[in-house]
């Protein structure tokens, strides 16, 4: 991971466009490819960002540096470094991945019990899929015999569509596997997270806990 902090200016060109004016900024580039700009508040969240697959150019103009990334879509995220104040790399191999909390860690198993809640032919590969990112939750068959990864949360937010996003980029990559599709099962799905997933081509799956449990909601009962 390459870290720097730099006064800069950011423009988008792409579907959309959009500007940063000059500040001082954290900009991230990760080993996957991917680089993201962030402020000092917004928590996790970056002022923008190119998700791999995607190339860094950098050169110089006049007193600035350039970087150009660009995607497959050749959409270009613009960087201009009028100063850097720090610039360190550093490596941090892979990561051993999230552990799910209790809920999501049963979600996963109720749902390779009953992959045919996904769709009627479905069947299961394996659950913990690894890559070289970590494990996908779930990577099943549908019944064409096609390949699909699951990542499964308890709450669906953007992150997470982020997350698989990234996994099937990966996965895409092996010929064996190749076409992957995604879906996004969670109990509760934010809309933001659901518009993302759905421009992607990722399907969003909303999961009943208890009727995976087996188990009847005595939410409306008197007794």
């Given at each position: 991971?390459?870290?720097?902090?730099?006064?800069?200016?950011?423009?988008?060109?792409?579907?959309?466009?959009?500007?940063?004016?000059?500040?001082?900024?954290?900009?991230?580039?990760?080993?996957?490819?991917?680089?993201?700009?962030?402020?000092?508040?917004?928590?996790?969240?970056?002022?923008?960002?190119?998700?791999?697959?995607?190339?860094?150019?950098?050169?110089?103009?006049?007193?600035?540096?350039?970087?150009?990334?660009?995607?497959?879509?050749?959409?270009?995220?613009?960087?201009?470094?009028?100063?850097?104040?720090?610039?360190?790399?550093?490596?941090?191999?892979?990561?051993?991945?999230?552990?799910?909390?209790?809920?999501?860690?049963?979600?996963?198993?109720?749902?390779?019990?009953?992959?045919?809640?996904?769709?009627?032919?479905?069947?299961?590969v394996r659950r913990e899929y690894m890559t070289a990112i970590g494990p996908v939750d779930l990577l099943v068959r549908d019944a064409d015999g096609a390949s699909v990864a699951v990542e499964i949360k308890r709450r669906g937010e953007i992150d997470g569509v982020?997350?698989?996003?990234?996994?099937?980029?990966?996965?895409?990559?092996?010929?064996?596997?190749?076409?992957?599709?995604?879906?996004?099962?969670?109990?509760?799905?934010?809309?933001?997270?659901?518009?993302?997933?759905?421009?992607?081509?990722?399907?969003?799956?909303?999961?009943?806990?208890?009727?995976?449990?087996?188990?009847?909601?005595?939410?409306?009962?008197?007794?």
């Amino acid at each position: 991971m390459r870290l720097v902090i730099a006064r800069c200016r950011v423009d988008y060109v792409g579907r959309l466009t959009s500007h940063l004016p000059v500040a001082r900024r954290l900009l991230l580039v990760k080993a996957d490819g991917s680089v993201s700009i962030h402020a000092d508040d917004r928590a996790y969240k970056p002022l923008n960002w190119m998700s791999p697959p995607c190339w860094l150019v950098e050169t110089t103009a006049d007193d600035d540096i350039l970087w150009v990334v660009t995607n497959k879509a050749g959409e270009e995220l613009r960087i201009t470094i009028e100063e850097v104040e720090h610039d360190s790399s550093h490596e941090l191999g892979i990561d051993p991945g999230l552990v799910k909390d209790g809920v999501e860690a049963h979600l996963q198993e109720l749902l390779a019990e009953h992959v045919e809640t996904l769709g009627a032919g479905y069947t299961l590969v394996r659950r913990e899929y690894m890559t070289a990112i970590g494990p996908v939750d779930l990577l099943v068959r549908d019944a064409d015999g096609a390949s699909v990864a699951v990542e499964i949360k308890r709450r669906g937010e953007i992150d997470g569509v982020e997350q698989l996003t990234r996994y099937l980029e990966l996965l895409n990559r092996d010929p064996l596997l190749a076409p992957v599709t995604g879906v996004f099962a969670a109990q509760q799905i934010k809309p933001q997270a659901k518009t993302l997933a759905n421009d992607r081509g990722i399907r969003c799956l909303v999961l009943d806990y208890e009727a995976l449990r087996g188990t009847e909601s005595t939410e409306f009962r008197l007794f």
